[in-house]
């Protein structure tokens, strides 16, 4: 774990001021050691347990779900340019017939009602035959999980809409808003799914269960854009953007859309400028992670507490098909190897106990991420990437997380930062783009702030 010389700068005045950050105990004081956060009272605030840490050589274990995933099959209608499916082997896919085997197992493994049931594909809705006997049968035997699916839209439908309303699903639509045509076809360019869409948002959104989940890339980079679109599709300030946040590299499809070293800083220019002037504050990963980030800042929030951000590597989260085999996570089959050698299928229902995921690598066990200033917003990217793709998705991960970190301290402090002085990449020492070395000393000073103070 490490410590960070923070300078930062007052937009107000143009004041540098240097502060220490560390990463491991959620810590932000001045050089002498004062708190510049008025942090939760230690006798207010609970010890959070720490980490599962998961590795090939110490595998995690799997006990009854807390959080159940069920992959469907990875077919879909569309086939989307950065998609992490895109290159899994497929395994057999699931159909109606496997629904009554997949519910009679159930009493063997689930010892008690998950919390949320997921359905996952490929495009799920393709597979509308087994999903609509599985997800009713479900929602009999657990009628307090919260369910929920994520589509590209294009095969809603009047019927299937008031479906997924009756059994209270919770349906995010994956629309890349006005990067779409990057991720692949746009079913907002077809009337019928373009109105099923609008239909399905007419249901579910004043119920809160309705999200357009957009992804940033090298050519979709501005959240001002994607909000403003969505705004504008549905008429609704208030509209709900799920995900938000920048692409990983799954193959080269990501590693095409991915930041370019030359575009870090510009992309995290237009990131901040966007969050702090209130241009992104519908979209989840922004809200959620700035939030998260202050909160780690005013309960010091201990760095052995961090899973891995999808919490796959929960004991009590599973990823399963209805074939009943253990997967890595819903993005992989039962026939996909891992980039680690390892088979994505981790294990059976049948035989929970014996369940061990090898495919996966808890931050702590990488090389960059304790060293990181970035980790208690990152939470170590995707856990199952290695090599090559696993690089460019951390520089993308960097670059995304750093104008949250930034936008953090400045709402607690007023100060920006400006530049990370640590056992860093130089690439990844200059936020902005904002400093240049003193010839004198060699040391690094900010150019006067050039972006203005923020109306209160």
């Known amino acids: 774990m490490a410590k960070f010389l923070i300078t930062t700068v007052d937009p107000r005045t143009d004041e540098v001021v240097p502060l220490h950050y560390d990463n491991s105990d959620s810590s932000l004081t001045d050089l002498h050691g004062q708190s510049l956060v008025r942090t ?4 207010l605030r609970s010890t959070p347990a ?7 050589d110490t595998p995690l274990g799997k006990t009854s779900p807390r959080v159940l995933k069920i992959s469907l099959g990875l077919s879909c209608n569309y086939a989307c340019e950065y998609c992490s499916q895109r290159f899994v082997a497929r395994n057999v896919d699931t159909n ?3 629904v009554d085997g997949f519910l009679a197992s159930l009493k063997d493994w689930v010892m008690s009602p998950p919390e949320a049931i997921e359905f996952w594909g490929g495009e799920p809705l393709v597979y509308i035959k087994t999903l609509r006997p599985l997800a009713q049968a479900l929602r009999e035997k657990y009628p307090e999980a919260r369910f929920s699916v994520i589509t590209n839209g294009s095969l809603l439908s009047p019927s299937t809409n008031q479906w997924l309303d009756d059994l209270g699903f919770t349906v995010s639509v994956s629309h890349d808003g006005p990067g779409q045509h990057v991720r692949g076809p746009d079913p907002l360019a077809e009337p019928d799914s373009r109105a099923a869409i609008l239909d399905l948002y007419r249901r579910l959104a004043p119920k809160e269960r309705f999200s357009f989940n957009a992804m940033l890339n090298r050519e979709n980079q501005s959240r001002a854009a994607i909000q403003s679109f969505f705004v504008e599709l549905t008429g609704d300030s208030d509209v709900h953007i ?9 193959d080269s499809g990501g590693i095409s859309q991915s930041l370019r070293p030359e575009e870090f800083h510009s992309f995290r220019r237009q990131a901040f400028h966007d969050i702090r002037n209130g241009k992104a504050d519908r979209i989840a990963s ?3 992670r700035v939030t998260s ?4 800042l005013r309960f010091k929030r201990p760095a052995s507490s961090l899973g891995q951000k999808c919490g796959m590597d929960r004991h009590d989260s599973i990823a ?20 680690n050698g390892e088979s994505h299928r981790i294990g059976h229902t049948s035989q929970l106990d014996q369940v061990a995921l090898r495919t996966a690598t808890h931050w702590s066990h990488r090389s960059e991420c304790p060293n990181c200033p970035m980790l208690q917003i990152c939470k170590g990217a995707c856990m199952f990437l290695e090599g090559p793709l696993w ?10 997380a750093l104008p949250i970190f930034a936008a953090g301290i400045e709402f607690l402090t007023g100060l920006v930062p400006v530049y990370i002085e640590g056992d860093l990449p130089d690439a990844r020492k200059d936020v902005f783009g904002f400093v240049h070395p003193t010839p004198a000393d060699g040391s690094h000073k900010a150019k006067p702030f050039p972006i203005p103070v923020v109306a209160a």
Do not use: I, M
């Open 40 to 43: 939760v009272d230690a006798s």
């Open 50 to 56: 720490s980490a599962p840490v998961t590795s090939k």
């Open 96 to 98: 109606p017939e496997d």
């Open 242 to 250: 799920g995900e938000g946040g920048f692409v990983d590299a799954y």
């Open 286 to 288: 922004v809200r959620d």
């Open 293 to 296: 980030f202050v909160n780690s």
């Open 320 to 339: 399963v098909d209805l074939k009943g085999n253990v997967l890595t996570c819903q993005n992989v089959s039962a026939t996909a190897l891992a980039p």
């Open 391 to 400: 690089e460019v998705s951390c520089n993308n991960a960097y670059s995304d």
